[in-house]
């Protein structure tokens, strides 16, 4: 029974959209990049964080946690995604123990991913009506207060089957995503719940954008291609400055989550094909990249979301193949 069935709300309203062109990129973060400090490599640092396994017992083979606010509320999900796991969306909150998982599914979905949330009750993700393993359509959605909405943006032309996937939503009730074309091209948005607006983004310099985080500040963190075809990070300032973020003798980065001091997370990958391991990172304009890795990771640690206090969560693959949801907290510091 999906979660907040009594609600079952589908509200697809008149919607306005525009396109907004941004301003050029700065230089790459990096070796060489004088934006900010520059690294020769990420620095570890693991040891400035507490790190916690936090799994839904439901299927404890695999979780992803996805955001972390103010108050410690996380949303993620549980379910590989595969045909017969269906992912399944929730919100947990501390103490964090088993009771304290609450359902979040877009009501009569076959499957649901939690992506982002914000501090006054507003979660954002997407859902499926199908549970195929490949090929299910995405669905971007709006909760507030279990109330859910639609998301999508509103395309003439549209993949088959559809993705639209909303990532990250701030405190103003602005969220961020993506959507894919009927030619396969993502194209990253804003949408103004409040009111009804989206808007495109043209990250210049980047093609095929996806938004992945917006803080307070309106800067949004996401990632793309550059122009010699490799994936990278950015960070789009309100003001339209554009900062590409890639991490140094890495082959790819993805930035996922951003908070108000403009800290960024995500993963970077070094090396390619069945050789290659994947590594969560944080960002700031002031220090440059760090690399966090969960300890009982097996070379494959995601940092997906970040809040004002610094708690990262994420994933990471364990020794037994299994995907666990993780929480990383700054040493300096303990949840009141």
Known sequence: MPAHAHKPARSRRAVNWTRLALAAAVPVIGAGAAASPALATAQPSASKYNFTTLDNRADPTFNQLLGINQHGLIAGYFGSGMAGHPNQGYLLTAPYGQANYRSENWPESTQTQVTGLNDRGVSVGFWSSTNKGSGDDNRAFVSVHGYFIDGDFPTDNPASPPVDQLLGVNDHNVAVGFYTDASGNNHAYTFDIR??????????????????????????????????????????????????????????????????????????????????????????????????????????????????????????????????????????????
């Open 195 to 336: 009111r009804n607006q989206f808007t495109e983004i043209m990250v210049s310099g980047i093609t095929g954008p996806t938004a992945a985080g917006i803080n307070n500040r309106g800067d949004i963190a996401g990632f793309g291609t550059d122009a010699s075809g490799q994936v990278v990070g950015y960070l789009l300032r309100r003001d339209g400055r554009v900062t590409i973020l890639n991490v140094p003798g890495s082959s790819q980065t993805t930035a996922l989550g951003i908070n108000d001091n403009d800290e960024v997370v995500g993963v970077y990958q070094v090396g390619t094909g069945d050789s290659a391991t994947s590594h969560g990172f944080t960002w700031t304009p002031w220090g440059g990249f760090h690399t966090v890795d969960d300890p009982n990771s097996m070379g494959a640690t995601t940092i997906n979301g970040v809040n004002d206090r610094g708690d990262l969560v994420g994933f990471y693959t364990d020794s037994a193949g299994n995907t666990d949801g993780l929480l990383a907290m700054p040493a300096q510091h303990h949840r009141d």
